[in-house]
C-alpha cells in the first residue's frame, strides 16, 4: 500500500467555508509547495520562493500562483512541517487558502501538474503508521474523532487516539514475552523440565494476563454502543403519555398528543443522544385488544421493536388504576432490557396500590427500575436519562479514565488472545510438551499484535483505512 511517493488532498470538507486547506505529504511536498507559492514578503510578479528559506513549523503569508503565467490564483497560509516530526513522519505543507471549493480545485491541480499524486482515503494515515508515528489502534482512533456526533463519543475516541488502549496491552504483551522467553530458554538450554515452583510462576503470570484482557474484553459491550448508538422503544397502553416522554427526550415536538387514545398508529423514528451516547428513540403504538385493522398493524409493529430494541422504555400513567394490558407488557418484556417510567405524577398517584392488588409488589420493591417522571413539566427527566446511561454502561462509569473497545475487529483479536492464552495455560498446568505451548503463546501474541498493526496483513491494512476520508 505504500509509496514512496508525494501526496496532496483537500483536507478540509466538501463545501464552501472560511478556510480551506491543502496538504502535501512526502520526499518532494516542499519543493512542489513552494514552486506555487510567493511569500507576502515579494510581490506576485517576483521569483518564486526558495524552498532553503522556509523555516519548519512557522506559517508564512503569501499568495499562490500559477507557475506558467504567474497569475494570482488566492492568498494562503504556507506552513511546511519537517520530517521527521510532522503527522506523516514526513515533509508536509499545508496551504490555507479561502474556502472556496473552486479555488481549492484549481489548487490542487497546480499541485499534481508538479509531480503529485492525489491520495487515497486514509493515505496520510496510513504513511503516520507506516513510520511508527502511530499504531493501529490510534489510527482508528483518528477516524472516530472525526466521525464522533457527540462530545462523549469524541472524548472516548481522544483518550484511544492518545494511545489509552496500547497503553493498556504493552504491559500485558510484555507478560507474555517473557513468558515465551522463558519457555523457548528452557527448550534451548536446559535438558531438564521446567520446575515446577517455575510452572506456578509463569502459569500464574499468564493468569493475570487473561484477567487483564477480560476486563478490557468485557468493556466492549457498552464500547460498541457508544460508537454505533442503540434503540429505545417507547412503550405502554393507549393515552398514558408515551409520544409526550418521545416528544421531551428528543427536545422537539416531533410526534402527534391528543388525549384521544390510539393517536400513535405506527412506530415514529428519531434520532438523538442520550448522556452522549447516539439512540434512535421509537415512539409505538398503544398496545391494547383492537378490531381496527390499521391499529392491529400499529401494535404488532411495537412488539417488533420491543423485541429489536437494546431497551425498552415501558411507560405507566400514575394517575390512573393499573391496567389489563400493563401487567401483560410488563410479563412480556424481559427486566434485564426495561425501564419503568410511571408519568403524570405531576396527578394524584393511586398506581401503587392498585399494582400491589392486581401483582403483590409494590413500586418500592421496583425502585432500581422504576422512575418517576412528569411529560408535562419535565420533572424526573434527568434521573430518566441518568437510568438509561446506567442501564447501558453497567460497571463502566461515565467518566471513564479507563480504555473503552468500541471496534468489533479489535473486539475479536481480543477475545482470541484469551482464548490461546487461557489454552497454553492449561496446557502447561498438563505438563504438555513446551514447544505445543508455545505454538499457544505465539498464536496469542500475534493476535495481540493484530490491534497494533504489527501482524496484519496488507490487504487487511488496506480495507481499514479505504473507510477513512481522502484529506485525512
Same mark, same amino acid.
Not at 472516530?144 to 469524541?154: C, F, K, R, S, W
Not at 500464574?204 to 460508537?227: C, P, Q, W, Y
Given at each position: 500500500?505504500?509509496?514512496?511517493?508525494?501526496?496532496?488532498?483537500?483536507?478540509?470538507?466538501?463545501?464552501?467555508?472560511?478556510?480551506?486547506?491543502?496538504?502535501?505529504?512526502?520526499?518532494? @511536498? %516542499?519543493?512542489? /509547495?513552494?514552486?506555487?507559492?510567493?511569500?507576502?514578503?515579494?510581490?506576485?510578479?517576483?521569483?518564486?520562493?526558495?524552498?532553503?528559506?522556509?523555516?519548519?513549523?512557522?506559517?508564512?503569508?503569501?499568495?499562490?500562483?500559477?507557475?506558467? @503565467? =504567474?497569475?494570482?490564483?488566492?492568498?494562503?497560509?504556507?506552513?511546511?512541517?519537517?520530517?521527521?516530526?510532522?503527522?506523516?513522519?514526513?515533509? *508536509?505543507?499545508?496551504?490555507?487558502?479561502?474556502?472556496?471549493?473552486?479555488?481549492?480545485?484549481?489548487?490542487?491541480?497546480?499541485?499534481?501538474?508538479?509531480?503529485? $499524486?492525489?491520495?487515497?482515503?486514509?493515505?496520510?494515515?496510513?504513511?503516520?503508521?507506516?513510520?511508527?508515528?502511530?499504531?493501529?489502534?490510534? /489510527?482508528?482512533?483518528?477516524?472516530?474523532?472525526?466521525?464522533?456526533?457527540?462530545?462523549?463519543?469524541? $472524548?472516548?475516541?481522544?483518550?484511544?487516539?492518545?494511545?489509552?488502549?496500547?497503553?493498556?496491552?504493552?504491559?500485558?504483551?510484555?507478560?507474555?514475552?517473557?513468558?515465551?522467553?522463558?519457555?523457548?530458554?528452557?527448550?534451548?538450554?536446559?535438558?531438564? +523440565? *521446567?520446575?515446577?515452583?517455575?510452572?506456578?510462576?509463569?502459569?500464574?503470570?499468564?493468569?493475570?494476563?487473561?484477567?487483564?484482557?477480560?476486563?478490557?474484553?468485557?468493556?466492549? @459491550?457498552?464500547?460498541?454502543?457508544?460508537?454505533?448508538?442503540?434503540?429505545?422503544?417507547?412503550?405502554?397502553?393507549?393515552?398514558?403519555?408515551?409520544?409526550?416522554?418521545?416528544?421531551?427526550?428528543?427536545?422537539?415536538?416531533?410526534?402527534?398528543?391528543?388525549?384521544?387514545?390510539?393517536?400513535?398508529?405506527?412506530? %415514529?423514528?428519531?434520532?438523538? !443522544?442520550?448522556?452522549?451516547?447516539?439512540?434512535?428513540?421509537?415512539?409505538?403504538?398503544?398496545?391494547?385488544?383492537? =378490531? +381496527?385493522?390499521?391499529?392491529?398493524?400499529?401494535?404488532?409493529? @411495537?412488539?417488533?421493536?420491543?423485541?429489536?430494541?437494546?431497551?425498552?422504555?415501558?411507560?405507566?400513567?400514575?394517575?390512573?388504576?393499573?391496567?389489563?394490558?400493563?401487567?401483560?407488557?410488563?410479563?412480556?418484556?424481559?427486566?434485564?432490557?426495561?425501564?419503568?417510567?410511571?408519568?403524570?405524577?405531576?396527578?394524584?398517584?393511586? %398506581?401503587?396500590?392498585?399494582?400491589?392488588?392486581?401483582?403483590?409488589?409494590?413500586?418500592?420493591?421496583?425502585?432500581?427500575?422504576?422512575?418517576?417522571?412528569?411529560? %408535562?413539566?419535565?420533572?424526573?427527566?434527568?434521573?430518566?436519562?441518568?437510568?438509561?446511561?446506567?442501564?447501558? !454502561?453497567?460497571?463502566?462509569?461515565?467518566?471513564?479514565?479507563?480504555?473503552?473497545?468500541?471496534?468489533?475487529?479489535?473486539?475479536?483479536?481480543?477475545?482470541?488472545?484469551?482464548?490461546?492464552?487461557?489454552?497454553?495455560?492449561?496446557?502447561?498446568?498438563?505438563?504438555?510438551?513446551?514447544?505445543?505451548?508455545?505454538?499457544?503463546?505465539?498464536?496469542?501474541?500475534?493476535?495481540?499484535?493484530?490491534? =497494533?498493526?504489527?501482524?496484519?496483513?496488507?490487504?487487511?491494512?488496506?480495507?481499514?483505512?479505504?473507510?477513512?476520508?481522502?484529506?485525512?
Amino acid at each position: 500500500m505504500f509509496r514512496d511517493d508525494t501526496i496532496a488532498a483537500i483536507s478540509t470538507p466538501p463545501g464552501r467555508g472560511g478556510i480551506g486547506v491543502v496538504r502535501l505529504s512526502g520526499p518532494t @511536498s %516542499l519543493d512542489i /509547495a513552494a514552486a506555487v507559492f510567493r511569500s507576502e514578503r515579494l510581490s506576485p510578479q517576483s521569483s518564486v520562493l526558495s524552498p532553503a528559506t522556509l523555516e519548519p513549523n512557522r506559517a508564512q503569508f503569501g499568495h499562490i500562483i500559477d507557475p506558467a @503565467s =504567474s497569475e494570482p490564483i488566492d492568498q494562503a497560509v504556507f506552513t511546511y512541517f519537517k520530517a521527521p516530526r510532522s503527522y506523516t513522519g514526513e515533509d *508536509i505543507v499545508e496551504l490555507s487558502c479561502h474556502g472556496s471549493p473552486v479555488i481549492l480545485r484549481r489548487v490542487l491541480e497546480l499541485l499534481t501538474a508538479r509531480g503529485a $499524486r492525489i491520495a487515497e482515503p486514509g493515505e496520510f494515515t496510513f504513511r503516520a503508521f507506516f513510520n511508527k508515528r502511530i499504531d493501529l489502534a490510534q /489510527a482508528q482512533a483518528v477516524r472516530d474523532v472525526i466521525d464522533a456526533q457527540t462530545e462523549y463519543q469524541a $472524548r472516548v475516541a481522544t483518550r484511544q487516539l492518545d494511545g489509552a488502549l496500547s497503553k493498556r496491552l504493552t504491559p500485558l504483551k510484555d507478560a507474555v514475552v517473557e513468558v515465551i522467553v522463558h519457555i523457548e530458554s528452557s527448550v534451548e538450554f536446559v535438558e531438564d +523440565d *521446567i520446575s515446577p515452583e517455575t510452572v506456578t510462576a509463569l502459569t500464574d503470570k499468564l493468569g493475570l494476563t487473561v484477567e487483564g484482557l477480560n476486563e478490557i474484553a468485557a468493556s466492549f @459491550s457498552f464500547g460498541r454502543l457508544v460508537k454505533e448508538g442503540f434503540d429505545l422503544a417507547i412503550v405502554g397502553s393507549p393515552n398514558v403519555g408515551k409520544s409526550s416522554v418521545f416528544n421531551r427526550l428528543v427536545g422537539t415536538d416531533r410526534a402527534i398528543v391528543t388525549e384521544v387514545p390510539g393517536t400513535t398508529r405506527d412506530a %415514529l423514528y428519531e434520532s438523538t !443522544s442520550i448522556s452522549g451516547v447516539p439512540v434512535r428513540l421509537i415512539d409505538t403504538a398503544g398496545i391494547r385488544e383492537t =378490531s +381496527d385493522v390499521v391499529e392491529t398493524i400499529g401494535i404488532t409493529r @411495537s412488539r417488533t421493536a420491543i423485541a429489536d430494541a437494546d431497551i425498552s422504555l415501558l411507560v405507566f400513567d400514575a394517575s390512573r388504576r393499573l391496567q389489563r394490558e400493563d401487567i401483560e407488557l410488563l410479563d412480556s418484556v424481559p427486566e434485564a432490557s426495561r425501564i419503568i417510567a410511571l408519568n403524570k405524577t405531576d396527578l394524584p398517584n393511586v %398506581l401503587d396500590e392498585h399494582l400491589h392488588e392486581e401483582t403483590g409488589v409494590h413500586l418500592a420493591e421496583w425502585q432500581n427500575h422504576v422512575v418517576s417522571i412528569s411529560a %408535562l413539566t419535565g420533572s424526573g427527566f434527568d434521573e430518566l436519562t441518568a437510568k438509561i446511561f446506567e442501564r447501558l !454502561s453497567g460497571d463502566a462509569a461515565t467518566e471513564r479514565d479507563d480504555i473503552m473497545l468500541t471496534d468489533a475487529r479489535q473486539h475479536a483479536a481480543v477475545l482470541k488472545a484469551i482464548y490461546q492464552l487461557s489454552h497454553a495455560r492449561e496446557l502447561m498446568i498438563a505438563g504438555e510438551l513446551e514447544e505445543i505451548v508455545l505454538l499457544k503463546l505465539r498464536a496469542g501474541l500475534e493476535a495481540l499484535g493484530e490491534i =497494533s498493526g504489527e501482524t496484519l496483513t496488507e490487504d487487511i491494512l488496506g480495507q481499514i483505512f479505504s473507510t477513512f476520508c481522502i484529506g485525512k
